[in-house]
């Protein structure tokens, strides 16, 4: 490893001066390399240096990764000539929006509510929720807690029909359009489908909740 190191530099000395740089942006430069494709489009490193060495570093001669965990290993090539093992973690987070305040069922979700936090990638499932715009405007249908990444199972689309409420009924087949006044059998998410007495004909009838107080049949 010394003679590795020893070549190295030889080498600089006949190429012209050596260059250092910042230990943790050639620990990126490696494992932004390892990461490859797989590497999300927000995701940033956070880098942690076991035992950084006291001199400058001139390169990494050899770089391993795990990048599930970020754990590495890598040979420090200082620019005193020696090699040191060095160790740590290049994590990958992304920003997810969390909660700032203890959120309870039926809360609707406001811009307020929420903050942006930078997680590790490791941390973030299948079903946590990474873009606010998805988030806002919604209704709390599990406990939210400060802090603490939102999942898509926690969240509904607020009610736009109340059981009992008035509604307009609007029915489409593609060439006819009608619409008639009706009365809510159900409550109802938006797109959710809700039963509802259609006044002028007396009858139940099925249809989609498209918005506030109103109710789409299709045919």
């Keep these: 490893m010394q003679r590795l190191a020893a070549l190295f530099l030889s080498l600089m000395v006949l190429t012209g001066p050596a260059l250092s740089a910042p230990i943790g942006v050639l620990i990126e430069e490696r494992a932004r390399a390892d990461y490859a494709d797989s590497l999300p489009q927000d995701g940033e490193f956070e880098i ?17 990764m795990d990048p599930r965990s970020g754990k590495f290993l890598a040979n420090a090539v200082l620019d005193t000539g020696e090699v040191q093992r060095i160790g740590g973690f290049a994590l990958v987070t992304m920003p997810v ?5 203890r959120l309870l069922p039926d809360d609707i979700i406001m811009e307020d509510d929420l903050a942006i936090m930078r997680l ?24 939210l807690t400060p802090g603490r ?7 509904i689309h607020p009610l736009v ?16 359009a ?18 509802i007495v259609n006044l002028v004909s007396n009858k139940t009838v099925t249809g989609i909740a498209t918005g506030e107080g109103t109710v789409e049949i299709f045919r």
């Design 178 to 195: 009608l619409s008639s006044p009706g009365r809510a059998l159900d409550d109802a998410h938006e797109g959710q489908e809700i039963r």
């Design 48 to 64: 942690t240096v076991k035992d950084a060495p006291a001199d400058e570093v001139l390169t990494l001669a050899e770089f391993w």
């Design 97 to 101: 929006p969390v909660p700032v305040t």
């Design 161 to 176: 029909i109340n059981r009992g409420e008035r509604v307009d009924i609007y029915f489409s087949d593609g060439l006819l």
């Design 120 to 143: 590790p990638v490791g941390r973030i499932g299948a079903y946590v929720i990474t873009d606010a715009e998805e988030v806002i405007g919604k209704q709390v249908r599990r406990v």
């Design 149 to 155: 990444p939102i999942q898509t199972q926690s969240i």
